[in-house]
């Protein structure tokens, strides 16, 4: 399977997902499958579009980033929001597969030959059920995943600037990637090519 279809086939999956979880909504059953943080999100933005503040709505305690994300339901379609979560579910998909070629790199071909493949590794993310439900119903905490291994991507490329600044975005989303800055700061504190060689600094 080619890279595209691989990752066309995972979209085609959550937009299936999103259509089944209109219809249970729907359905007038009391158990909605959307999350209500979709339904909070969805009128802040509502409040934004009409020219006022996300934090006039009630209970809004979230970062005003996933007000602005959501207006694409005010302008499109009320579930666009959730296509947008989805697309950012790819695009982390798509962060992890460079961040595994970009370590099975320095592999010798001997140790390559006996490990899994890229796209079985991407797969367990991917195609992992619980994965696809969370940005279906509408929650935004892909989003966090995404920047964090967008930091990590640009630790591993040593380009230090630009992951300080997508690992802060996520912090400002949410507080408890913080609890990766130790790691992170270790990482750069040494150097890790001495390290598998089992030298000092």
Sequence with gaps: MSKVKFFLAAFVLRLVIVWIAKLIDESG???KFTDTDYEVFSDAATHVFNGGSPF????YRYTPLAAYICLVNNLIHPL???IVFCLCD????LIFWLIIEHQRGSLPSEVKSRTWSTITFVSCWIFNPLIVVIPTRGSNDNIISLLIFI???FLLKKQYIFAGLSYGLSVHFKI???IYSFAFYFFIDMDR???AKGQTL
């Design 56 to 59: 006039a709505r009630h209970t």
């Design 90 to 93: 790819i695009a982390m998909g």
């Design 80 to 82: 666009a929001g959730k």
């Design 193 to 195: 090519s001495l390290i």
């Design 151 to 153: 930091a990590l991507y």
């Design 29 to 31: 059953s009391t158990n």
């Design 176 to 178: 408890y990637p913080i």
